[in-house]
């Protein structure tokens, strides 16, 4: 799943480092900031198809007051639950591409993108071009 490139041909090690690279300017404070919290609130982290997901405790309670499931951080994925991060794994995986190909400029751009969506009456989430990327394939 994360080490294919859009075309679904797998990556190659040098661009799989790159990736990671690019999105570390998000990944690592997500990673020094979430990861402690869950592990003093009982919550649990895992590594698997190239990222660190993260859930339970304190994480699912700022999921729940944020009206999210789960949301990635550059190679981190929050999750409320396990099954939260079961349903929403292929979505999550979508803005982690996403993340490796805009790097730390992502989270300006969505902010930015639902901003604007929002100014214009559009809802800020479900017609962010970052989500109808994710939503589209889910399908």
């Given at each position: 799943?994360?080490?294919?490139?859009?075309?679904?041909?797998?990556?190659?090690?040098?661009?799989?480092?790159?990736?990671?690279?690019?999105?570390?300017?998000?990944?690592?404070?997500?990673?020094?900031?979430?990861?402690?919290?869950?592990?003093?609130?009982?919550?649990?982290?895992?590594?698997?198809?190239?990222?660190?997901?993260?859930?339970?405790?304190?994480?699912?309670?700022?999921?729940r007051?944020?009206g999210a499931?789960?949301?990635?951080?550059?190679?981190?994925?929050?999750?409320?639950?396990?099954?939260?991060?079961?349903?929403?794994?292929?979505?999550?995986?979508?803005?982690?591409?996403?993340?490796?190909?805009?790097?730390?400029?992502?989270l300006?751009?969505?902010?930015?993108?639902?901003?604007?969506?929002?100014?214009?009456?559009?809802?800020?989430?479900?017609?962010?071009?970052?989500?109808?990327?994710?939503?589209?394939?889910?399908?």
């Open positions: 799943m994360h080490n294919s490139s859009p075309t679904g041909k797998p990556r190659s090690l040098p661009w799989r480092i790159l990736a990671y690279l690019w999105a570390a300017p998000v990944t690592l404070p997500a990673l020094l900031l979430f990861v402690p919290i869950a592990g003093l609130s009982g919550g649990k982290v895992h590594w698997l198809c190239g990222a660190i997901e993260v859930e339970g405790g304190w994480i699912a309670v700022l999921l007051r944020l499931a789960a949301m990635a951080l550059g190679h981190v994925i929050l999750g409320r639950d396990q099954e939260s991060l079961d349903r929403s794994r292929h979505h999550e995986h979508v803005h982690v591409r996403q993340y490796e190909r805009w790097g730390f400029l992502m300006p751009i969505y902010l930015t993108a639902s901003l604007f969506l929002w100014l214009r009456g559009y809802d800020p989430y479900l017609d962010n071009p970052f989500e109808r990327e994710a939503f589209g394939e889910e399908k």
